[in-house]
């Protein structure tokens, strides 16, 4: 299996922007611990997936979600997450909401308009915009996510 | 995933979390906000993590923090036993004896296997 090295590695400019918040200024990291930092993060992903999935498994799924994330922080002491966590949720799945709906929006009023369109040209002979209005595909299409 | 502006973008890329994730061959489907509060918590324990190794740091009146202070937290603090393996491997040089206990460092050591090769920054598309 030729697996690409980035592939486990999580983006640098990340890991080095959370380093520099949490620690005060003055203090620096060695590279050795800048490279066992970013290992460490890629350990606590597979080991909080293993713990989830563990949890997936047990309720007969065959699909993570984001509960099973959070019986996993338990699992793994990490219970001091789960409130940022449960407001991240929250925050996500509102901005999915939101976006679902402004896209319905959008399609609606594009419809609006070609439908006005079609009204005002009326008299005149243009039978072929229903055929323009029929053409309009969706071209908007949701984020097929699994 | 676009359109979240943050001041500090301290997210993680779903798509690169998903596939870490899916390096667990147990592991099925994915739901979509799964990576979302991965990264989250993976923010969060780094948090943790850092500042507690760096009141080892400035404990030894050091303003570099070294792998020993974080092989010292990692001993100290039984939050951070998984990463047992990592703090014991971590000063050898090469990565190819992995005497791992924990399955999930030696996945890591696996796929580090690149002798000689710098690894530039990362630009794997989602």
Avoid at chain 1, 53 to 74: I, P, W
Avoid at chain 2, 75 to 94: G, I, N, P, R, V
Wanted: hydrophobic residues 35%; neutral net charge.
């Amino acid at each position: 299996m030729a697996e690409r090295p980035e592939d486990l590695n999580l983006p640098n400019a990340v890991i080095t922007r959370i380093i520099k918040e949490a620690l005060p200024d003055g203090v620096n990291v060695s590279k050795e611990a800048r490279k066992a930092i970013s290992q460490a993060a890629s350990i606590f992903v597979l080991y909080a997936t293993s713990c989830a999935n563990n949890f997936a498994m047990k309720a007969k799924r065959k699909t993570l979600n984001a509960g099973d994330v959070m019986s996993a922080m338990e699992e793994m002491e990490f219970e001091r997450f789960l409130q940022p966590l449960r407001q991240a949720l929250e925050a996500y799945k509102k901005g999915q909401k939101g976006k679902k709906e402004a896209s319905e929006q959008k399609r609606k009023e594009k419809k609006n308009i070609t439908d006005e369109n079609d009204k005002s040209r009326d008299e005149e002979e243009d039978e072929h915009m229903d055929d323009e209005q029929e053409g309009e595909n969706e071209g908007e299409e949701e984020d097929a996510w699994s | 995933m676009p359109g979240q502006k943050r001041k500090y973008n301290v997210r993680f890329p779903p798509g690169r979390i998903k596939k870490i994730m899916q390096k667990d061959t147990e592991v099925g489907r994915i739901a979509s906000a799964v990576p979302i509060i991965i990264s989250k918590a993976l923010e969060m324990f780094l948090r943790s993590f850092l500042t507690m190794t760096c009141k080892i740091t400035q404990s030894r009146n050091s303003r570099v923090m070294s792998i020993n202070h974080m092989k010292q937290c990692i001993h100290s603090e039984k939050l951070f036993d998984f990463l047992k393996d990592l703090a014991d491997q971590a000063s050898t040089a090469s990565t190819s004896e992995c005497k791992c206990q924990s399955h999930f460092y030696s996945i890591i050591c696996e796929n580090a296997q690149v002798p000689g090769k710098k690894m530039k920054a990362d630009t794997v598309p989602l």
